[in-house]
């Protein structure tokens, strides 16, 4: 298994994309411009991006809470995203939905979901439909540590396994589910050691190496579209800012955050990149001067966008 | 036009759908060899294998969301929840997931399911094994509820149930599978949002759902000895609920009694009622609106007991004759 120079590069480009998408985000967010709450994901970008790059078009994921980075990476388009956000008809929910929504069911994105662990047996559905269908494509379920310890992950795990499904569980370990420590919520050393029980591959997997999370996923991948069934991989990381809009960090240092910025997935990256000869820094800092172009046009498309009219406030309700 | 029981019914209009739509497949606990706790799907994963007919561990939550899931990615899944009660462990994903996603996704997503529940009272089974409560259900936007009362109706209801591109909520009373009635020999389906008048009439409305449309019939024949010419309707889903065919009849009769299986308090019949008196048929109400439903209280093992617990014939004979005093 090698990764082209071309995929490495839009690894790159996707995780810097969905930085500057939550910077600007939490911008916006102090500015009044986003309404309600959201959860960002800065630190957490390799999780996402090696993931479902090891996905094929069509392969769905389902999302959670914090999930601009993972609609990002399977292909979401930020006019759209930020429309939605901002409220707007033009949102990828016609301006319903809002951060914890998202959905581009087109795309394969089966939508983030604001019900920690909500998302997993869904996945798991989807992938039953695959199986049925005999489609090829797999499902690919992110989730947090907190939702780990929801009933329903104990129920779907044990209902994929046995029933081979196309489905790899990937758990984004950033090591507080809110402001709980993992240590405090979770009985298992990993969330990885639990695949046991399910008698599933369980595997672990330094989150903040873009790399090492393409690589273990795509052997899960690979593994559930032969029919072998799901693998449970948990990928470590950290969020480096709070849980939500209100919080204050109160849980943990200043010290401990600055000691997971230093592992900073994008920085690592970069460095790799430039080390492999796989671009140079003039070509890295190219493609991230698009990234930020295409941010602000982005921005802009949503903020000229129309908000939505009253009048249609049933739609979709029904189909 | 043959005569069938609910329960064969039900069974006929699911295996018409599984011949007819291959995306169409059922999951649920036991309802494989087994054949359902109460028999419904018995023969079917003889005739359509355990790809189609999959029986489930006792997971209500995860096999609520896997249909979501399964919806979502294009088939149409139909869930048997073993009893009505079990279906509170799988609310997230009924409501929370299944009936929200449509809307919050800006309108971009079909989730077309079925949930299939035995419910009520009069089996001995007691608080946790015995409940009615599908109008909680017609309270979550996004949700459809369907609670048929006869096997033509079961039939039809099922098939459009299955049809619809949303989740549907499916009420089976458990005393209404032994229930018989004339079923046509060639396909129909019936649409979700109508009420039929199971009974014409001119003295007196009776809006009964499910189970005490049945208990509605007999009461109104009772009452037919003395003179008293009952209307009794079933409104068949409560959403989309019919509320012009009830209006219409209590134009006509000035007089309505509701009756439903679910406790009073707060249920469904309220909802008709503030329908009806909120309508242009308060004009014509000749005594005040009444209600019968189940006590509030969860339902007693003991079967005297129990028999109290909810509406009876002679319940209904006697808030009939009240109205008419």
New interface residues.
């Given amino acids: 298994m090698e990764l082209t120079a071309e995929k490495k590069l839009w690894m790159y480009k996707k995780m810097y994309e969905i930085r500057c998408f939550e910077l600007e985000v939490d911008k916006l967010f102090k500015a009044n411009m986003i309404w309600g709450t959201c959860h960002l994901s800065v630190g957490e970008e390799a999780t996402a991006v090696g993931a479902i790059a090891a996905l094929e078009e069509g392969d ?1 994921i ?1 999302s959670t809470h914090r999930g601009h980075g993972h609609c990002i990476a399977k292909g979401g388009k930020l006019p759209q995203m930020f429309a939605e956000l901002l409220g707007k008809e033009t ?7 809002g951060s914890m ?1 998202i ?1 581009d ?1 087109e795309t394969g994105n ?2 983030a ?3 920690v662990g ?1 998302g ?11 199986k ?2 005999k489609d090829g494509k797999v ?1 690919l379920c992110f989730f947090g540590d907190g939702a780990n310890n929801q ?2 992950f104990h ?2 795990l ?2 994929a396994s ?1 029933w081979k499904l196309p489905v790899v569980y990937v758990c984004e370990n950033n090591q507080y589910g809110m402001s709980v420590a993992f240590k405090k919520s979770t009985a298992a050393e990993n969330v990885a050691d639990r695949a046991a029980a399910y008698n599933m591959p369980g595997e672990i997997v330094d989150g903040n190496d873009v790399e090492a999370v393409y690589f273990a996923v795509k052997k899960a991948v690979d593994r559930a579209r032969k029919g072998e069934g799901p693998t449970l991989v948990e990928a470590k990381t950290y969020r480096w800012l709070g849980h939500s809009k209100s919080d204050a960090n109160l849980y943990r240092t200043k010290e401990e955050i600055e000691e997971w910025k230093k592992k900073c997935p994008i920085k690592r990256y970069r460095a790799k990149l430039i080390k492999e000869g796989v671009a140079t820094e003039e070509e890295l800092d190219k493609i991230e001067k698009e990234v930020e172009r295409k941010i602000q046009e982005a921005i802009e498309y949503a903020k000229n966008s129309p908000e939505p009219s009253v009048e249609d406030i049933a ?5 | 036009m043959a005569e069938k029981l609910y329960i064969e019914a039900l069974r006929e209009g699911l295996r018409e759908e599984l011949l007819r739509d291959e995306k169409v497949f059922l999951l649920g606990e036991d309802i494989g060899i087994y054949g359902g706790a109460f028999g419904v799907t018995k023969g079917l994963v003889q005739e359509f294998g355990e790809e189609r007919i999959i029986d489930t561990p006792i997971s209500e939550q995860a096999i609520t969301g896997i249909a979501v899931g399964a919806a979502i990615a294009g088939m149409r899944p139909v869930v048997e929840i073993m009893f009505f009660d079990f279906l509170t462990l799988a609310m997230d994903q009924l409501v929370n997931q299944g009936a929200k996603i449509r809307y919050m996704f800006g309108g971009k997503a079909k989730v077309p399911m079925v949930v299939r529940a035995p419910m009520g009272c009069g089996t001995g089974a007691a608080a946790q094994h015995s409940q009615s409560f599908p109008g909680i259900f017609a309270h979550f936007p996004g949700l459809k509820v369907v609670m048929p009362s006869t096997p033509y109706d079961v039939k039809g209801l099922i098939k459009a149930a299955i049809r619809d591109d949303n989740p549907v909520l499916f009420a089976e009373h458990k005393l209404l599978y032994r229930v018989k009635g004339e079923v046509p020999d060639e396909e129909y389906v019936l649409p979700l949002g109508k009420a039929d008048i199971k009974r014409k009439g001119k003295d007196v409305t009776i809006v009964a759902g499910s189970i005490m449309v049945i208990r509605a019939l007999e009461a109104a024949k009772e009452l037919e000895k003395e003179g008293i010419d009952v209307e009794v309707i079933d409104p068949r889903t409560l959403k989309p609920l019919d509320m012009k065919t009830i209006i219409d009849s209590v134009k006509k009769t000035g007089r309505v009694l509701i009756v439903e299986d679910d406790p009073v308090s707060f249920g469904w019949g309220a909802e008709i009622a503030a329908g009806i008196v909120g309508s242009e048929a308060f004009d014509y109400l000749d005594a005040p609106v009444k209600r019968l439903g189940g006590l509030d209280i969860p339902i007693p093992y003991n079967p005297n007991l129990e028999r109290h617990a909810v509406p009876q014939v002679e319940d209904i004979v006697k808030a009939v004759k009240d109205l008419l005093r």
């Avoid at chain 1, 997993?120 to 695959?130: H, K, R």
């Fill in positions: 769905m389902t949102g990828y929910c016609r301006g319903r939905g929504h959905a069911i089966l939508g979901n604001g019900i909500g997993i047996p869904i996945a798991t559905g989807a992938a039953l439909a695959s049925m269908k499902t009933g329903v129920e779907s044990n209902i046995l739609d979709g309700v029904y189909a």
